[in-house]
């Protein structure tokens, strides 16, 4: 699987879009990014996913660029809830190994 | 309510002992996980199985073992000869087969061995 590279931190105020980059140059043709986030003490929680179309969904949107390197994920108006690390993973449909890479993530902070 | 169930959220072990970690799910998934997440660090695989019957081991099985006898349940038993068991372990549970591959996570439990 394609290793991603996010920043450690970032902080946002309260009601603003919330916007966590991700680059993933050595993505393959059939990987998927996902992304997952983790509430202190919790377990991960799956946000969206796509392979080269924008989604959108209740939680969040990611948009993927054109030639796939590098990906973001919006919350659009984020909260204090919001306050997480946010894990961007890059994995085929049909792994090999069948598990998710998580690396250390991008700890967000929402600052009211 | 469909979902994973970890049990206990706490658990504390004295050094020397086997303890078994619970994973149950109702969201008929095929495949189920378990990861170990250390303090400040990702998840690292501990095993995963595909299907009832069958698991395979992950990057650190070591000192651990499994068994998934039924589809809902997946427990994890740390046993004397891991090193360092103290950690925070999460089971998860993906409905791989099924065309969908992203993975729904449990609470976690957290055992702290002395």
């Known amino acids: 699987d394609a290793k991603t590279t996010q920043p450690t931190s970032m902080d946002c105020a309260e009601g603003r879009a919330a916007n966590l980059p991700c680059n993933h140059s050595?993505?393959?043709?059939?990987?998927?990014v996902y992304w997952y986030r983790q509430i202190h003490s919790q377990g991960p929680q799956y946000i969206i996913h796509?392979?080269?179309n924008n989604e959108t969904n209740e939680m969040a949107s990611l948009i993927i660029t054109e030639d796939r390197k590098s990906s973001t994920l919006i919350l659009p108006h984020a909260t204090l809830r919001d306050t997480a690390v946010y894990y961007c993973?890059?994995?085929?449909?049909?792994?090999?190994?069948?598990?998710?890479?998580f690396g250390t993530g991008t700890s967000l902070t929402v600052i009211p | 309510d469909g979902g994973i169930t970890q049990s206990p959220k706490y658990l504390f072990r004295k050094e020397g002992q086997n303890v078994t970690l619970s994973c149950e799910q109702n969201?008929?998934?095929?495949?189920m996980y378990w990861y170990r997440q250390d303090p400040g660090q990702g998840l690292r695989l501990i095993y995963y199985?595909?299907?009832?019957?069958?698991?395979q081991k992950g990057d650190i099985a070591e000192g651990y073992s499994v068994s998934r006898e039924k589809k809902e349940s997946f427990p994890l038993t740390v046993t004397s000869a891991q090193k360092n068991p103290t950690a925070f372990y999460l089971c998860?549970?993906?409905?791989?087969?099924?065309?969908?591959?992203?993975?729904?996570f449990g609470p976690g439990t957290r055992l702290t061995v002395t």
């Open positions: 998860a549970s993906s409905p791989h087969g099924q065309g969908r591959h992203e993975q729904y």
């Open positions: 050595t993505i393959s043709g059939n990987e998927y």
């Open positions: 796509g392979l080269k």
């Open positions: 993973i890059v994995r085929s449909k049909v792994p090999s190994g069948n598990q998710f890479y």
């Open positions: 969201l008929n998934h095929d495949a």
């Open positions: 199985s595909q299907i009832v019957n069958d698991f």
